[in-house]
């Protein structure tokens, strides 16, 4: 069992830069693949970002690669996402999600991923 917590949302002007952080509770986090969600107003959710157990892969939406980054330390039970050039059209409630199975292809499906944090708001200005 994981629980997660997100935090570090907030209201940026485009151009912009944010730090999102999800803490996970449990001593297994290190074996979870660890991903990142976001859904805007009206829309489905979609994958953003994700990170294999050890770090060594990582996973990008076409619309945040080279923009957003993310990392992870197992020593501290917390994945990151920085997010940088940040567009209008990023703002959603950002999600952080973990998967216990990581099976090859999966890793931007959500239905893949076991544990859900409740969410960030991140909101970009024009």
């Known amino acids: 069992q994981v629980q997660l917590v997100e935090s570090g949302g907030g209201l940026v002007q485009a151009g912009g830069s944010l730090r999102l952080s999800c803490a996970a509770s449990?001593?297994?986090?290190?074996?979870?693949?660890m991903g990142w969600f976001r859904q805007a107003p009206g829309k489905v959710r979609e994958f953003v970002a994700a990170i294999d157990w050890n770090g060594g892969r990582t996973y990008y939406a076409d619309s945040v690669k080279g923009r957003f980054t993310i990392s992870r330390d197992n020593a501290k039970n917390t994945v990151y996402l920085q997010m940088n050039s940040l567009k209008p059209e990023d703002t959603a409630v950002y999600y952080c999600?973990?998967?216990?199975?990581?099976?090859?292809?999966?890793?931007?499906?959500?239905?893949?991923?076991?544990?859900w944090g409740p969410g960030t708001q991140v909101t970009v200005s024009s």
């Open positions: 449990g001593r297994t986090f290190s074996r979870y693949r």
């Open positions: 999600a973990a998967d216990k199975t990581a099976g090859a292809g999966t890793w931007g499906l959500s239905y893949a991923y076991e544990y």
